[in-house]
């Protein structure tokens, strides 16, 4: 069984930063991808950022310069680190991980951008 826990979420001021992080635990071997997926009120789910198998980074075209992706040696521990924050990032972001081919989701974390 393969857990994903997502923890700092809350409440920022257009440009601050707020850093998210992901605790995977369980039966974990042959990690395919690792990442930070959001979805906005109302609307889809939507990639953030993601590790590929060959530990290339690859970040949503709206995060770009300003999200960070990163995660520890052992791969248990992923982290988001978000700067100069706008409205626009208000969402509940979900840690994802694929493992042998299955995908796996927390339960979310609840980050509110607003003045």
């Known amino acids: 069984q393969v857990q994903l826990v997502e923890s700092g979420g809350g409440l920022g001021q257009p440009g601050d930063s707020l850093s998210l992080s992901c605790v995977l635990s369980?039966?974990?071997?042959?990690?395919?991808?690792m990442g930070w997926y959001r979805q906005p009120p109302g609307k889809q789910r939507e990639l953030v950022a993601t590790?590929?198998?060959?530990?290339?980074?690859y970040y949503g075209d709206s995060v770009k310069g300003r999200f960070t992706i990163s995660r520890d040696n052992a791969k248990l521990r992923m982290w988001l680190q978000m700067n100069s924050l706008k409205p626009e990032d208000t969402a509940v972001y979900y840690c994802n991980a694929v493992i042998l081919g299955i995908e796996y989701w927390g339960k979310g974390t609840l980050v509110t951008v607003s003045s």
């Open positions: 369980g039966s974990i071997a042959g990690i395919d991808a």
């Open positions: 590790f590929t198998t060959d530990d290339s980074t």
